[in-house]
């Protein structure tokens, strides 16, 4: 994939940095529609870390069979540290690299995270949306910012995830019977309906989305 680098900010900055970088990216991200019918290939994200190193995974698969096209991975040591609500800058660049070596051209790309349910609208989905020009959205097992109603344990049942403000910025979603939801949020060049129907169209039998299963074990880290 043509990852360029006259696209790329530059990673290797403060926190305080980062957080201004954040507000100024926030504006770039685009909230659409974005129909399922229009994707062939989905991709998830994933990032492993471990000893001071991480490794990114990127799992092409097709939609919406869900069928396993191509795996790559990516190695290196972890910079950036563990801060809430920076996900982005600790696992932006491995992301990236990772990326590069990638020859499936793919439609749209669900990372392990937030994208707009974030405290400045700019979760990893949303972050690496904008850098890399796709649409994307973020599908986190847990909530980071936003609050909700419990939608109850049918598939398919959700909850609007409102801001502080009272704005939609996505949804707790069942995505299985009598399952904990999952905390879904359109990442860029997608919207919170779109983002709902296409995590449910990749959950066929488990919780967690195929894109992303297939991810997280491809990056794991023994």
């Given amino acids: 994939m043509d990852i ?3 696209h790329l900010h530059d990673w290797d900055i403060t926190t305080r940095e980062a957080v201004a970088l954040q507000k100024e990216l ?4 685009l909230l659409r529609p974005f129909k399922a019918s229009s994707i062939r290939t ?3 994200v994933d990032v492993s870390v471990k000893d001071g190193f991480s490794r ?3 799992s092409v698969l097709s939609f919406p069979d869900m069928q396993l096209i191509e795996n790559v991975t990516f ?3 972890t910079l950036f540290p563990y801060v809430p609500g920076l996900l982005s800058f600790r696992e932006g660049p491995v992301i990236l690299e990772c990326m590069k070596v990638l020859a499936t051209e793919v439609d749209l790309f669900v990372f392990d995270g937030q994208g707009l349910a974030h405290p400045r609208g700019l979760g990893l989905a949303s972050h690496l949306g904008v850098i890399l020009g796709k649409p994307s959205i973020g599908a986190a097992k847990t909530r980071l910012y936003g609050t909700y109603d419990n939608p109850g344990g049918k598939k ?10 009272g704005r939609e910025i996505g949804a707790a979603l069942t995505t299985r019977d ?11 060049m997608c919207d919170v309906k779109s983002a709902i129907n296409i995590i449910l169209a990749c959950c ?7 894109p992303i299963r297939h991810a997280h074990a491809t990056a794991y880290i023994k």
């Avoid at 926030?26 to 991200?29: L, N, T, W």
């Avoid at 066929?204 to 195929?210: G, N, Q, S």
């Fill in 178 to 188: 009598n399952t904990r939801p999952m905390f879904i949020s359109p990442g860029h």
């Fill in 4 to 6: 360029r680098s006259e």
């Fill in 56 to 58: 990114a995974a990127v």
């Fill in 26 to 29: 926030r504006e770039k991200v």
């Fill in 156 to 165: 398919g049942a959700f909850s609007p995830l409102k801001d502080d403000t």
């Fill in 75 to 77: 190695k290196t040591k």
């Fill in 42 to 44: 989905i991709a998830g």
């Fill in 204 to 210: 066929p039998k488990y919780r967690i989305p195929e």
